[in-house]
């Protein structure tokens, strides 16, 4: 493995540019992994797929990833940390992750994901394994569900709309502040959901009369 | 149409129960679509390919109505009703479609789902359509975001949740039933996560320490 290396010096972060590259310039569908191994400066269709099972995973190469440094990081929050104190510093630790080289990468791959449902259905998933890995992590702390659950959707959406917004902009601000931001966001829209609660009684009302028979 | 309609009835509903039925018995992967149409009382691989566009979304066929169903119902909440409220009369509207002999199909399409990487990324693309049917309908009603995306995450929850406990159990109890308690879980879970927001800061703390140089 070390020959390889020295033979193909970071082959998966040039096939991941050079997919994106390619499926921005000429779209998803038309793109082959052929040109995807020769635009990454001459690689092999074998070596692609030493590192991608097919052309639709490379873009979605950072999962196994990000999900280990969401639970990670929750579980290397201070033991006093609430819940979302813990998601918080899950996000910011992937955030870490990405430096400013990768924006534009990031701007282009929401791009393409935005033109093909096979890309947009991959996406959801992804998110949903990183809400997963956030969700475990919280219940090793001893958070109780539902409030796992509900604090992992939370990170996942500070996550992607931090993301978004980051891709989208052009002043040099770090990810990380996006995120601080997002999080700021929804903690007020829980805080604004939950002060509805002395009026949700009506809620289960409609419960009760949808099974009262 | 009315004269297909007159050759063969409820052939939708046929082919999604034959092939549920099948999938459970013999594998998803092991299916062929020719199987699914001989299974549902005779009919042909071309009357299957009218209704579905290919094995895979026989299982997904509630996605549009379902999205519409929710959409339809917090639109129909009144004024007065909370984001919570409204998204709440849409699980309810949601799980009225549902009677007691979709249960145990429901119970053989969860197992299968959870057998199929495949199916398991479709299962996260519909919760992802059915969360963005809610959101777009909130916004209509004037919920800001991220409240809005929120409060519609909150209800794939309950209805997922709901669901899943329905499928399992053998007590009678109706699926809106579960989604009532479902529902009360979830407005606790948000009051919960929200008490701890005073010492929140600390978020906003590790945001600035990641933005600082």
Redesign the interface.
Known sequence: MVGMARWEPNARERLVRAAVDLFAEQGYDATTVNEIAERAGGLTKTTFFRHFADKREVLFAGQELHSRVLAEAIAAAPES?????AV??AV?AL??TFTEDRREMGRQLLVVIGKSAEL???A??K??VLADAMDGALRERGVAE??A???A??GV?AFG?AFARWTGSADG??L??F?????????G??????W??E??G???G???A??AD
Not at 81 to 85: D, H, I, R, T
Not at 179 to 187: D, T
């Open positions: 940390a609430s819940p979302l104190e918080g510093a910011f955030t870490d947009q259905e991959r959801a998933y998110r949903s539902p409030a659950s509900v604090a959707d939370l959406r709309g601000r770090a990380a502040e995120a601080g931001e997002e999080l700021a966001r929804l903690r829209a829980i805080t604004e959901l939950g509805h609660r009026s949700a009506a809620l289960d409609a419960g009760d949808g099974t």
